[in-house]
């Protein structure tokens, strides 16, 4: 079988989550003999299926070429918008009437032999928002834990003493300001690791930091460092306004750390009783949420067990072998 797998045209500039599932999904594929290649401009050959990471416009004129060529292709939109299904319906009619509302979009969604989400959550939300149909919709983790990172873990880290955690690319979605407001004063040290995709919003990061020593920044973090400067956390924090499915918890799900998230995306269908969900906005329910997950055993009992059933890389990549076979 050969897969033709399709990111965003910046992502090797700036890499985010799906840039990270895609390189998992060629591995997967890879680990199970299949021939899969991400797509670079000089390709002439789309495979047996295309499968597009991310809902973007842009995508469409590819996946008409796909439609004339008679080869199937799936999306993984890692796609979410909050708020009631009313409040999305109500987004829609907006864009529509200012010009806004993206054509392309819904007529890539309608035209995929598959749409790829992580949660039951996201398919009423995709429907709404772009017509995408409720019947070509599976859902998959977006993502996995891979044993390369779980023995990773193992290996020491340069960071020593108990800390809070933030593993995500700096941008308002995520959320740092409003961890830093939470947590500044508190006396205990907290982590951030992620590139700087928003500068604007860095900095006014680290402004707001600037007088606590405990608040630590250290950029991009290497694949390689990453596992075990997750599991040595001694919680792991990302209250974001809006994600999909947010590997990085996942991965620390995995290593048994407590996990503090939101209740603005759809996480406790992924993460279920395993982790906290704050209000973003109300910074007091961040710094109570963290200091009630400070308090549990680290690793938290039959945590990692859990994780792992569901998001290892075999369980994966068993489910993506399933929906390509039943697609070609």
Not at 19 to 32: F, H, N, P
Request: aromatic fraction near 10%.
């Amino acid at each position: 079988m050969r897969v033709t797998l399709v990111g965003r045209y910046y992502g090797g500039i700036i890499e985010g989550g799906a840039e990270i599932q895609m390189a998992q999904v060629k591995k997967m594929l890879g680990d199970l003999g299949h021939d899969a290649k991400i797509l670079r401009p000089e390709e002439k050959d789309l495979g047996d299926i295309v499968h597009f990471f991310g809902a973007m416009d842009y995508f469409w004129n590819l996946a008409e070429i796909c439609i004339e060529r008679k080869v199937p292709y799936i999306v993984s939109p890692i796609w979410y918008r909050g708020g009631s299904l009313a409040s999305i319906k109500k987004w829609r009619f907006l864009r529509t009437l200012e010009g806004r509302f993206s054509k392309k979009t819904k007529h890539l969604l309608k035209n995929a032999a598959k749409i790829v989400v992580p949660s039951p959550d996201v398919i009423g939300r995709i429907h709404v928002a772009f017509d995408a149909p409720k019947e070509k919709c599976v859902c998959i983790p977006s993502g996995a834990v891979s044993e390369q990172f779980l023995n990773d873990a193992l290996s020491p880290t340069q960071q020593s003493g108990d800390y809070i955690l933030c593993v995500a690319n700096f941008l308002d979605r995520k959320n740092q300001l409003g961890l830093i407001e939470a947590m500044k004063g508190s006396g205990k040290r907290l982590v951030f690791a992620g590139g700087v995709s928003d500068s604007n919003y860095y900095q006014q990061c680290q402004k707001a930091a600037e007088s606590d020593p405990n608040i630590v920044f250290l950029g991009a973090v290497g694949r390689s460092v990453l596992p075990s400067l997750v599991k040595n956390a001694r919680v792991f924090c990302v209250p974001s306004f809006v994600d999909d499915f947010l590997i990085a918890g996942v991965e620390a799900g995995c290593l048994g750390v407590p996990l503090v998230l939101s209740n603005e995306w759809n996480a406790q269908e992924i993460y279920d009783k395993w982790a906290a969900y704050p209000n973003p906005k109300a910074p007091v329910e961040i710094k109570d949420a963290i200091e009630s997950a400070w308090q549990k055993p680290n690793p938290v009992p039959g945590q990692t067990e859990w994780f792992l059933e569901r998001y290892s890389e075999h369980a994966v990549r068993d489910q993506y072998q399933a929906l390509y076979e039943q697609i070609i």
